[in-house]
């Protein structure tokens, strides 16, 4: 039974409650587009990546120092970290947030939510 996270200022969140046991209380406020790609053959057998987005419930937190300095020694330009809920996350190595893309250069997970890294991507403007 769903009911309002006493820890959120009556705000609702996906928190759940089973008897008087929070079971979870994580807020993901935030929404976000994993990117996954499938190849498939076209009709002259010739190899066809098709992107699919999926949308998931997130919370967006910043990167620590350590993060950002350990990060930049391998060339890296972290921006950002998501948690989602692990059932979520299927090893994709993009997300799409705000309306910008996004590489997932490292997770970490923490019981039932993962940490997704995210940097900034070169290249082409999206």
Known sequence: MARVCPECSGM???????????VSSMVLDDV???????????????????????????????????????????????????????IDYNSENEIVYNEKRYGIYRTYPKGDYIELYCEEKGGAVQ
């Open 12 to 22: 609702p969140s996906i928190a759940t409650f089973w008897g008087r046991k929070l």
């Open 32 to 86: 976000a587009y994993l990117v996954s790609v499938q190849i498939t053959k076209n009709v002259y057998q010739q190899e066809v990546q098709t992107e699919k987005l999926r949308r998931i419930y997130c919370r967006r937190d910043g990167i620590t120092r350590v993060e950002f300095y350990n990060a930049g020694k391998q060339d890296l330009k972290p921006a950002f970290m998501l948690t989602t809920a692990q």
